[in-house]
């Protein structure tokens, strides 16, 4: 059994991939910004300190001389908790003062500092460099030197700032993302109120009620589900009318039946002869025979015409080869004793369709029985069997015809035209092999053909179709 689905749960479970998504894209973000932002910040300080020692250095004399920025120094030390390491040294190592065992910079930058990370007694530094040409040589050099002016410092300070930082973002997304997220189950309980009120009114509607659902104030998503249904109601509405005109005009019919066997019972009982009580029930005969007939007939036009699915894809395969000759010895004594001959035309190889024998049997027995009963003495019913292009049998008869209103109404049941082709009958024949036709996904087809009579044609889809 399967389980019954959330349309909240399933929506929820699609969100949580794209929350997850946005919360690590946002923490990812932040850490990165966050981080170039930081290291921008660290560094301009860096340089700001290579300047003013830039500043303070003095090469009168030819000696060199560096008077330290020490108050932006301690003020740069107290900022953070780093260690600050300074180093003032020539390109050739000469000359060095400060932090001597400092690393060397990989580059140094002549106009602009060049930050550069090493490690150092164990820690990782971040530095600034710079290059300072000098236009007098030091201590009696042949060419001037460069100096290199260095500034570094450990990065705790900036590693404590920044998972700082990131706890301060990562519970910032954590709430944005819960709030996000109740915010979204929230919205979408709102969204799914139309069809909640939609399910109340279901289970308030009367069980006759079959009047279309009205689509105001319901979410344009559920707008084709609600119009399908509606139109199953509808069909269903209209197959209901149907019903119930068939049930009145049903019971019209056998109303008349049933009050003629009445009379007739009274006049027996009241009969003052055993002669006329015999002539009295002989004379109830052909009146049962009727109402038998045309309760057989309704109660097969009913099964024809409320097919389920089911049944339709349990139906079996059916050679109308061997069905079609039973039916013809079914009638063949009533034929004799009226003077008509039938004639059968059968392919030589098997003509299968997928349905139901019984349904097919009673369509094709009604056929049948209205081509006698409508054939003059010594005519013959011609029952030809049609393999291509579609299985069809066709019955044809030498009687007057019919009437054109039968022909433009074919199948309507209790159809009443007074002439010679619909004088008797119960105006269900026709109706029946309609309903079973189609149920095996064929039609009816009758004509007038030129040369006399009457043909009517019930055609079936292919067994593979």
């Given at each position: 059994?399967?389980?019954?689905?959330?349309?909240?749960?399933?929506?929820?479970?699609?969100?949580?991939?794209?929350?997850?998504?946005?919360?690590?894209?946002?923490?990812?973000?932040?850490?990165?910004n966050?981080?170039?932002?930081?290291?921008?910040?660290?560094?301009?300080?860096?340089?700001?300190?290579?300047?003013?020692?830039?500043?303070?250095?003095?090469?009168?004399?030819?000696?060199?001389?560096?008077?330290?920025?020490?108050?932006?120094?301690?003020?740069?030390?107290?900022?953070?908790?780093?260690?600050?390491?300074?180093?003032?040294?020539?390109?050739?190592?000469?000359?060095?003062?400060?932090?001597?065992?400092?690393?060397?910079?990989?580059?140094?930058?002549?106009?602009?500092?060049?930050?550069?990370?090493?490690?150092?007694?164990?820690?990782?530094?971040?530095?600034?460099?710079?290059?300072?040409?000098?236009?007098q040589?030091?201590?009696?050099?042949?060419?001037?030197?460069?100096?290199?002016?260095?500034?570094?410092?450990?990065?705790?300070?900036?590693?404590?700032?920044?998972?700082?930082?990131?706890?301060?973002?990562?519970?910032?997304?954590?709430?944005?993302?819960?709030?996000?997220?109740?915010?979204?189950?929230?919205?979408?309980?709102?969204?799914?109120?139309?069809?909640?009120?939609?399910?109340?009114?279901?289970?308030?509607?009367?069980?006759?009620?079959?009047?279309?659902?009205?689509?105001?104030?319901?979410?344009?998503?559920?707008?084709?589900?609600?119009?399908?249904f509606?139109?199953?109601?509808?069909?269903?509405?209209?197959q209901?009318?149907?019903?119930?005109?068939f049930?009145?005009?049903?019971?019209?019919?056998?109303?008349?039946?049933?009050?003629?066997?009445?009379?007739?019972?009274?006049?027996?009982?009241?009969?003052?002869?055993?002669?006329?009580?015999?002539e009295?029930?002989?004379?109830?005969?052909?009146?049962i025979?009727?109402?038998?007939?045309?309760?057989?007939?309704?109660?097969?036009?009913?099964?024809?015409?409320?097919?389920?699915?089911?049944?339709?894809?349990?139906?079996?395969?059916?050679?109308?080869?061997?069905?079609?000759?039973?039916?013809?010895?079914?009638?063949?004594?009533?034929?004799?004793?009226?003077?008509?001959?039938?004639?059968?035309?059968?392919?030589?190889?098997?003509?299968?369709?997928?349905?139901?024998?019984?349904?097919?049997?009673?369509?094709?027995?009604?056929?049948?029985?209205?081509?006698?009963?409508?054939?003059?003495?010594?005519?013959?019913?011609?029952?030809?069997?049609?393999?291509?292009?579609?299985?069809?049998?066709?019955?044809?008869?030498?009687?007057?015809?019919?009437?054109?209103?039968?022909?433009?109404h074919?199948?309507?049941?209790?159809?009443?035209?007074?002439?010679?082709?619909?004088?008797?009958?119960?105006?269900?024949?026709?109706?029946?092999?309609?309903?079973?036709?189609?149920?095996?996904?064929g039609?009816?087809?009758?004509?007038?053909?030129?040369?006399?009579?009457?043909?009517?044609?019930?055609?079936?889809?292919?067994?593979?179709?």
């Amino acid at each position: 059994m399967a389980r019954p689905h959330s349309l909240r749960l399933a929506l929820a479970l699609w969100m949580l991939p794209l929350s997850l998504f946005a919360f690590l894209s946002s923490l990812w973000v932040t850490h990165s910004n966050i981080g170039a932002l930081a290291d921008s910040a660290y560094d301009r300080s860096l340089a700001g300190a290579v300047r003013a020692i830039e500043e303070n250095i003095s090469t009168t004399n030819g000696g060199l001389g560096v008077q330290l920025p020490y108050t932006l120094l301690a003020t740069l030390q107290a900022a953070s908790t780093s260690v600050i390491y300074v180093r003032v040294s020539t390109d050739d190592k000469l000359v060095q003062i400060g932090d001597i065992g400092l690393p060397p910079p990989p580059a140094v930058g002549v106009d602009q500092p060049s930050f550069f990370t090493t490690t150092y007694l164990g820690k990782e530094l971040r530095g600034a460099a710079l290059r300072v040409p000098l236009e007098q040589p030091l201590y009696g050099a042949a060419a001037p030197q460069s100096l290199i002016v260095e500034v570094a410092e450990t990065t705790e300070s900036r590693a404590l700032f920044l998972r700082r930082v990131a706890d301060v973002a990562f519970l910032r997304d954590v709430a944005i993302s819960l709030i996000g997220l109740a915010l979204l189950v929230i919205g979408i309980g709102v969204s799914l109120r139309p069809l909640t009120r939609l399910k109340e009114m279901f289970d308030h509607r009367a069980p006759n009620d079959l009047s279309p659902i009205p689509t105001r104030n319901i979410p344009t998503e559920a707008g084709p589900l609600i119009d399908s249904f509606n139109t199953l109601l509808q069909r269903y509405a209209d197959q209901y009318a149907a019903q119930r005109r068939f049930l009145d005009d049903a019971s019209h019919q056998l109303r008349t039946p049933i009050s003629v066997l009445q009379l007739q019972m009274d006049y027996a009982l009241s009969a003052p002869s055993p002669e006329a009580q015999r002539e009295a029930i002989v004379a109830m005969r052909p009146v049962i025979e009727r109402a038998t007939r045309m309760t057989r007939q309704l109660l097969t036009l009913a099964r024809a015409e409320n097919l389920s699915a089911t049944h339709v894809q349990n139906w079996n395969q059916i050679d109308l080869t061997t069905l079609l000759p039973e039916v013809l010895r079914l009638h063949l004594a009533p034929a004799r004793q009226v003077g008509v001959r039938l004639d059968l035309d059968l392919p030589d190889a098997p003509v299968m369709i997928a349905g139901d024998d019984t349904l097919i049997f009673e369509g094709l027995s009604n056929l049948l029985e209205n081509a006698i009963r409508h054939s003059p003495a010594g005519a013959t019913v011609a029952v030809t069997l049609l393999k291509q292009p579609l299985p069809a049998i066709t019955i044809r008869d030498h009687g007057l015809g019919a009437p054109a209103q039968i022909l433009s109404h074919l199948g309507t049941p209790f159809l009443t035209i007074r002439n010679d082709r619909s004088s008797s009958g119960t105006g269900l024949g026709l109706s029946l092999a309609q309903a079973v036709a189609r149920a095996h996904g064929g039609d009816l087809v009758a004509e007038n053909p030129t040369d006399g009579g009457f043909q009517i044609t019930m055609r079936f889809a292919d067994a593979h179709s």
